[in-house]
C-alpha cells in the first residue's frame, strides 16, 4: 500500500537519551516534514526537506536532529538537549510546491 | 510570520445538526488545507482550497483569500465526525504549512 510509515507507535525514553523516530513514504514525494503536537493543541513545525541532501529548521528546531539521506526516508532523533520531549510526533511528505500535504500515523514518545 | 485562528475552539452538537468552523489568517496565502484528526490521532485530508468552494459529500469549505478567511461546514453531523478540525496555510513554493490550533468537535447521539 502507498503511504507514510511511522515507527515506533509508542515510545519512552529515560531522560539524557536520545530517541529516533522513523518516517518511510512511498509515494515518490519531494518534500517531508516534521511536526510536533501537544495536547490541545495545533502541530508546530520541527524540520522540513524539499530535496535529498537538504534541510531547514522549523520553529521549534532546538534538541532536534534530521537526515535526508534518501528520498524515502527522513528520520528524526530527538536529542537530550530538548528540555520538554514528550509529546507527539507526525511526519508528513508532499510533492512540494503548495501540493496537498500527507501524514503518517504518528508516534507518541515519552520521557519517563 | 503568518497566524491562523480558529473558531470556536470547540463546538458540541447534537447529531444530525448542521455546523460552520472558521478559519482567519494574516497574510495572502497561496496554499490554504483542512484536515480531521480522529481520537487516534490520524490526520486526514478534507480540502485544499487557497481559494473558492468545495463540497464532499456533507462537508463543503469555501476560502476568500481576497479577505483571508475560509470557511468549513458540516451537514447532517454524525458521531463519527468527531475529532479536531485544521486549517492549515502556506505561501508559494514549498514552504510548509503553518497550522491553526483547531477547532475540537464532539457530535452526541
Known amino acids: 500500500d502507498g503511504g507514510i510509515t511511522q515507527s515506533p507507535k509508542y515510545l519512552f525514553r529515560k531522560e539524557g537519551q536520545n530517541v529516533t523516530l522513523s518516517c518511510e513514504q512511498n509515494?515518490?514525494?519531494?518534500?517531508m516534514y516534521w511536526y510536533r503536537q501537544d495536547p490541545g493543541q495545533g502541530l508546530r513545525l520541527i524540520y522540513y526537506s524539499q530535496i535529498v541532501n537538504d534541510f531547514q529548521k522549523g520553529d521549534i528546531a532546538e534538541g532536534y536532529s534530521v537526515s535526508r539521506e534518501k528520498k524515502e526516508s527522513f528520520p528524526l532523533t530527538v536529542t537530550s538537549a530538548q528540555k520538554n520531549p514528550t509529546a507527539f510526533y507526525l511526519c508528513a511528505s508532499s510533492p512540494g510546491r503548495g501540493n496537498t500535504i500527507y501524514f503518517g500515523e504518528g508516534s507518541w514518545l515519552t520521557v519517563v | 510570520g503568518i497566524q491562523v485562528e480558529q473558531s470556536p475552539p470547540d463546538l458540541i452538537l447534537q447529531e444530525g445538526a448542521n455546523s460552520t468552523l472558521r478559519c482567519n489568517f494574516s497574510d495572502s496565502v497561496n496554499n490554504l488545507q483542512w484536515f480531521h484528526q480522529n481520537p487516534w490521532g490520524q490526520l486526514i485530508n478534507l480540502f485544499y482550497i487557497p481559494s473558492g468552494t468545495k463540497q464532499n459529500g456533507r462537508l463543503s469549505a469555501t476560502t476568500v483569500a481576497t479577505e483571508r478567511y475560509s470557511l468549513l461546514y458540516i451537514s447532517s453531523s454524525q458521531t463519527t465526525d468527531s475529532g479536531v478540525y485544521f486549517c492549515?496555510?502556506?505561501?508559494?513554493?514549498?514552504?510548509?504549512?503553518?497550522f491553526g490550533k483547531g477547532t475540537r468537535l464532539s457530535v452526541i447521539a
Open positions: 509515494l515518490n514525494h519531494d518534500a
Open positions: 492549515a496555510v502556506g505561501y508559494s513554493g514549498n514552504t510548509p504549512l503553518v
